[in-house]
Nanobody
């Protein structure tokens, strides 16, 4: 059983940066693929980015490509999401998730964190 805890959210001005972290415990996190999703009230959870267990493959939604970077440090059981050039439309609760088979579909992830709020506003 893997437990995930996100951190690093907050309020940032448009054009600013944030780095989200997702710390894992309770399982062999290095054997799982991981992803970041986001959700705003009234909308479906949206894929943001994913990374394979080794870090060798990464995937991005078109809306964040070139601005966000996903990475992981398996020695620290942590996945990161570096977010640059943030826009107001990036405002959402961001969730970290783990899966045995990397996917852009949220229903294929087995483990989820509690989420961290990111607000982009002047």
């Amino acid at each position: 059983q893997v437990q995930l805890v996100e951190s690093g959210g907050g309020l940032v001005q448009p054009g600013g940066s944030l780095r989200l972290s997702c710390a894992a415990s309770g399982g062999t996190f290095s054997s799982y693929d991981a992803g970041w999703f986001r959700q705003v009230p009234g909308k479906e959870r949206e894929f943001v980015s994913a990374i394979s267990w080794s870090g060798g493959r990464t995937y991005y939604a078109d809306s964040v490509k070139g601005r966000f970077t996903i990475s992981r440090d398996n020695a620290k059981n942590t996945v990161y999401l570096q977010m640059n050039s943030l826009k107001p439309e990036d405002t959402a609760v961001y969730y970290c998730a783990a899966t045995s088979d990397v996917s852009t579909r949220h229903d294929e992830y087995n483990y989820w964190g509690q989420g961290t709020q990111v607000t982009v506003s002047s």
